[in-house]
């Protein structure tokens, strides 16, 4: 490749493995560096260490400079997912030390930038890209040892102890897991790979134990993971303990080590040698000869990506959703210790993951009013149920609100507690309860009587740790009880001033709510005015859950126009119905096929299919549309798993449906 045609690389944080990069580039094919990004230029030894590159000031130089075609990232841990989201919005391609981020949450939110800006990220696993990998990888595809069932590699070293290192200090992340201990679990998961699609296999089981020294951070820790095709792996890492750092794969037929594999055969190259035993144990030295230096194959894998268009590694390198299946491993070895970091809590973490202040950005979500709340609230729900942990909460949270959504929906139930707990941290941590309007559910069955509403409550509202919500529904309704009784407990709430806004009925029958409805009209009590039950494209055929209702058909739709309430729809877009998961034929998912599979709702998916053809929109943005385009009052509720999914819902309010479209896609027939 002429130096013309060369990637121009920016370093960013002059750190340690900054200098191992700085090394891999110069013998790579396919780049040179143009400059370092510091936030001390004046720093001694500089110019030695980087020979040619220009010394910016500040990280924000180096996202400015013109000169620089992409970025590598070396800083700590911490700071990865603010540097490389900053980055791709200056179009700025990245390569980013690992681990990408803190947590699979933080490496989504990235991908989810580097995919909106159209620029590369990678994450720097360099002994992926070695000729060392590439010819384990060919042993195992060749059958060199059987079968392979059982896998031990480890990664570890004994840094002395130092309280202010970063390997040690619990405020920049430290510890094995996330140092060191993604190595080990990212080649787990390609061994157990070979053969299959793709090439990487995700574990079904997660095991960890570990030691948490006197400053927080995991000195020494294993894990153990199954995989659906049988293999066990033994993985070990630490930073305060000297391990042997010995691969070990074990098969029907053999057995093959590697010592060091992850730097090969040294950093600056060199020989390495793959030790293969037969069942016999006669052993077989094959020997891997590489004089270049480790670093230098990521440098020209990234290299030749973006020079082609590509916006990820090819298989070996870590692709995207590689690098996420191998931080939701390292996310649940962290959790299985006890492994948590200040920085990662509300508390600490009140700004959003690029270190700025919460605020409105350009306004993405529709907006309007709903009867009994006194400010605007987005014709969006975002729901909760599908997070776990502060960090991935708050980054959809954040991104909700700044794309201008504000109805949040929780219930007794959800987790255990987990989703009122996270809504109640965040909305603390940005100072944000008087902007948004929370949406609270109790009384489900079996606990479904007057008395539990507000009991329920009570614990609801403690755990966020506020003094009302702004919508309550009762979760589900019990007959067997007058109606009533239901409502006078919900207006007790109300005029106690713990129920601000409306209330009503999820999974209500409409001969319920009428009861429910006169009843408070005849006794001046609260109006139930707002209903929670599912509407989507696709009709319910089997309730998703015992006791769930649909709210899908004219009489429906017609009793809502005439009573004025609004329901707040669940499942509005037939829970993955509109994906590549559903299809006549594709039965695997059970619960799907049983509630969604029916000729009426193929037919309407594939009209969602050829209407977002016409678009450029997925079906299952078409399908959120249309619940967005009713006559009627109608508020879809959202459960995206990440940031990515969220945005791509929220991409579905930009879609302007006529009423020829909403009737076309229900029934094919054009008005």
């Known amino acids: 490749m002429t130096d013309e045609n060369k990637v121009r690389w920016g370093i960013l944080g ?93 490496a989504d939110a990235m991908q989810t930038a580097a995919r909106a800006a159209g620029t590369f990220l990678g994450e720097a696993y360099m002994y992926r890209l070695h000729p060392l990998t590439l010819k384990l990888i060919e042993l195992l595809s060749d059958k060199a040892i059987g079968e392979v069932r059982m896998i031990k590699s480890s990664f570890g070293f004994a840094k002395p102890f130092d309280k202010d290192h970063r390997l040690y200090a619990n405020d920049l992340a430290g510890g094995g897991i996330l140092d060191v201990g993604g190595y080990p679990v990212s080649m787990a998961r390609l061994i157990a790979g070979v053969g299959h699609a793709g090439g990487i296999l995700e574990p079904d089981q997660v095991f960890a134990v570990g030691h948490l020294g006197s400053t927080g951070v995991d000195e020494w820790s294993a894990a153990i993971l199954r995989f659906p095709n049988g293999i066990v792996a033994e993985l070990a890492c630490s930073v305060a303990l000297a391990q042997d750092n010995v691969l070990r794969v074990f098969g029907t037929a053999g057995a093959i080590e590697i010592d060091h594999f992850w730097f090969a055969a040294g950093k600056q190259g060199g020989t390495a040698v793959i030790r293969l035993s037969d069942a016999s144990g006669l052993r077989r030295d094959i020997p891997v000869e590489e004089p270049r230096h480790v670093y230098s194959f990521e440098v020209d894998a990234a290299g030749q990506a973006i020079r082609a268009g590509r916006r990820e590694f090819a298989y070996p390198g870590m692709t995207a959703a590689d690098t996420l299946g191998n931080l939701k491993v390292m996310d649940k070895w962290r959790a299985g210790i006890g492994l948590e970091y200040a920085l990662e809590t509300p508390a600490v973490r009140t700004r959003t993951i690029t270190g700025e202040t919460l605020r409105r950005g350009e306004q993405i979500v529709p907006q309007g009013h709903i009867p009994g709340i006194d400010k605007e609230t987005s014709m969006l729900a975002l729901g909760m149920m599908l997070f776990s942990t502060f960090p991935a909460a708050s980054i959809a949270l954040d991104a909700f ?41 109790g009384a489900h069955s079996p606990l479904c009587y007057p008395d539990v509403i507000a009991k329920q409550l009570t ?60 009843y408070a009209e005849r006794t001046g009590k609260t109006r139930p005015s707002v209903l929670s039950n599912n509407f989507s494209l696709a009709e319910m055929v089997d309730p998703v859950w015992p006791g769930c209702i649909a709210s899908s058909d004219s009489g429906w739709k017609q009793w809502l126009k005439e009573r004025k309430v609004v329901n707040f729809a669940w499942s509005s877009q037939a829970r993955g119905f509109f994906t590549d998961r559903a299809g006549p034929e594709k039965l695997s998912d059970k619960d799907l096929a049983r509630a969604w599979y029916s000729d009426l709702n193929f037919q309407r998916k594939a009209r969602a299919e050829e209407l977002g ?47 020829e479209d909403v009737r076309w896609l229900e029934d094919g027939k054009q008005m």
Request: hydrophobic share 40%; with cysteine.
């Open 14 to 106: 002059p750190g340690r493995i900054a200098d191992d990069f700085f090394a891999g580039v110069a013998q790579s094919r396919t780049g040179r560096v143009e400059a370092i990004a510091t936030r001390n230029p004046d720093k001694a030894g500089l110019a030695e260490r980087f020979p040619g590159a220009r010394i910016l000031r500040g990280y924000e130089a180096l996202l400015a400079d013109e000169s620089v075609d992409a970025v590598y990232i070396s800083t700590p841990h911490p700071t990865h997912a603010e540097w490389a989201i900053k980055a791709a919005k200056a179009g700025k391609h990245v390569l980013c030390e690992k681990p990408l981020g803190l947590s699979a949450a933080e």
């Open 401 to 441: 609100f700044e794309a201008g959504g504000n109805l949040i929906d929780s219930a007794f139930q959800y987790g255990g507690g987990t989703q009122d707990r996270l809504i109640g941290e965040w909305v603390r941590s940005r100072g944000v309860r008087n902007d948004v309007v929370i949406i609270e559910k």
């Open 459 to 518: 614990t609801s509202l403690e755990r966020m740790q506020t003094d009302y919500v702004d919508v309550y529904f009762m979760h589900r309704d019990n007959p067997d009880i007058p109606v009533g009784e239901f409502v006078d407990a919900m207006d007790a709430e109300v005029r106690a001033g713990r129920i601000r806004g409306p209330i009503g009925g999820s999974n209500w029958t409409r001969e319920r709510m009428d009861q429910a409805i006169d």
């Open 613 to 659: 053809r016409r678009l450029g929109k997925d079906p299952i943005q078409i399908a959120l549309a249309y619940v967005l385009h009713q006559p009627w009052p109608v508020i879809p509720l959202i459960g995206p798993a990440n940031l990515g999914e969220l945005r791509h819902s929220l991409a579905a309010s930009a879609i302007r449906l006529s009423p």
